[in-house]
């Protein structure tokens, strides 16, 4: 046993607690989560309700000003959003940097750090009023930056914003728009996509979220404090999985394979996992998950597809939820089950599934950074560690080692 305060001459309690699975970080008004009851709520409000009956903007202002909007305050808060999803036009040499064949996610990291090379009037984070207009331009922007970090992917032009637009409905036209022909959102998508951004919005104290937390306790500037936030992100543990799920059902193919495969996640000598899966918090179930079962429906309904991986996740589904195995480990689908299946269907290849993840977090990560920097008790985030390295010795030069 080690006597760790001997160790590191320290008074107060340490603890060891590898991924921060017992510690809170800080105090937060944002999001609640109850993972045995399946609750999500965003400043008291149940996500599934926010999804079924609101927007993608009401809820970014109520995680940024911690009410839902009025009919006027949403007014002017569509309209301030709204008149920012223009990019500096310099930043699209700074594309052009980048290999054409790069991945979406590494631009993204590498433009929205760079956005504080560009607006040096909204990086001063002691000026409330120069985070407010950050704030604004890192959720505005996002869009454009993504849609940008697409169309470049693929070797077509920029789409520039289209200010007559709802935010999702500007982001799929600069998406999908190609100058020969222009893509005309359709209601039934633009409501999908945009219940799949409120579903992402905020999930507290996640890997991501933490990231920019941390990073703005030393007192970076915000575009740079999501840059980290991205980085993190981008990892397959994290906002990887929902690409792994949906490679994971087009694997399986057909409804009559998946007895192999749950055979295969109950193995023990087999690391395979059912991707979709499972949730550190989540215990019974997953009420982001249930509102994208319907959305995924409708998706296809209205596109007319009829997608075998569908059929293959509504099976595998049905056949988990009355497995024993998976009754015991209270493993039960994800948010990511769903959402490559509805993303892959409106058309957007596996290479942006993190993109959108990040265009839709970028709400929860500037309303947590705002929060942590109004916090009086906030200070600069820095875990200690139990050293297990040797102990002190002295330098031999080289010659005689
Ligand atoms: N398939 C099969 N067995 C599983 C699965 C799964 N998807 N998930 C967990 N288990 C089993 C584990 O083998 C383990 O069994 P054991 O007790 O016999 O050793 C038990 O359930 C507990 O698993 P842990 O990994 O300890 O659970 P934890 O809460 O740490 O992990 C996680 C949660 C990482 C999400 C896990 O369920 C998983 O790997 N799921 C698949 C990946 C996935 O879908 N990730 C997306 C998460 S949602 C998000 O990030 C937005």
Not at 297 to 305: N, P, T
């Amino acid at each position: 046993v080690i006597d760790i305060r001997k160790l590191y001459g320290t008074t107060g309690a340490f603890t060891y607690d590898p991924g921060f699975t017992s510690t809170a970080s800080c105090w937060s008004k944002l999001t609640y989560i109850d993972g045995d009851q399946g609750i999500l709520l965003h400043r008291g409000y149940p996500i599934d309700q926010l999804a079924e009956q609101s927007s993608f903007m009401e809820v970014a202002y109520l995680l940024l000003n911690g009410e839902l909007p009025g009919k006027a305050e949403l007014e002017t808060f569509t309209n301030t959003i709204t008149r920012h999803t223009m990019l500096h036009e310099q930043l699209s040499t700074f594309y052009r940097g980048f290999r054409r064949d790069a991945h979406p996610m590494a631009i993204m990291c590498g433009v929205v750090g760079a956005l504080s090379a560009f607006y040096h009037d909204s990086t001063d984070i002691n000026d409330p009023q120069q985070r407010v207009i950050a704030s604004h331009r890192l959720i505005a922007k996002m869009p454009t930056i993504a849609a940008m970090a697409y169309k470049y992917s693929v070797g077509q032009p920029f789409v520039y914003p289209d200010n007559t637009l709802s935010y999702t409905a500007n982001f799929l036209k600069m998406t999908f728009s190609v100058p020969a022909e222009e893509y005309v959102p359709d209601p039934v998508i633009v409501d999908a996509m945009d219940k799949i951004f409120i579903l992402h919005a905020d999930h507290e104290q996640n890997a991501s979220t933490s990231t920019v937390r941390l990073a703005g306790s030393s007192g970076a500037n915000p575009f740079a404090c999501i840059a980290a936030g991205i980085a993190c992100l981008w990892g397959p543990a994290h906002g990887g999985a929902n690409e792994a799920a949906l490679n994971m059902l087009r694997e399986i193919g057909t409804p009559d394979r998946i007895p192999e495969y749950i055979a295969r996640a109950k193995n023990k000598d087999d690391p395979f996992r059912l991707m979709g899966f499972g949730h550190r918090v989540y215990k019974n179930f997953d009420p982001r998950a249930k509102v994208l079962s319907k959305a995924a429906s409708d998706v296809l309904d209205r596109l007319g597809i009829s997608d075998p991986v569908l059929d293959t996740a509504r099976e595998l589904e049905q056949i988990a939820l009355k497995d024993q195995y998976f009754i015991d480990k209270k493993l039960y689908p994800n948010v990511d089950f769903y959402s490559g299946v509805i993303l892959s269907a409106i058309g957007f290849p596996t290479t942006m599934f993190t993109v959108l993840f990040a265009l839709a977090r970028t709400v929860g990560w500037v309303a947590q950074w705002n929060e942590m920097i109004s916090d009086p008790e906030q200070k600069i985030g820095r875990p200690r560690q139990l050293y297990t390295g040797p102990t002190q010795r002295d330098y031999v030069p080289v010659a005689q080692r």
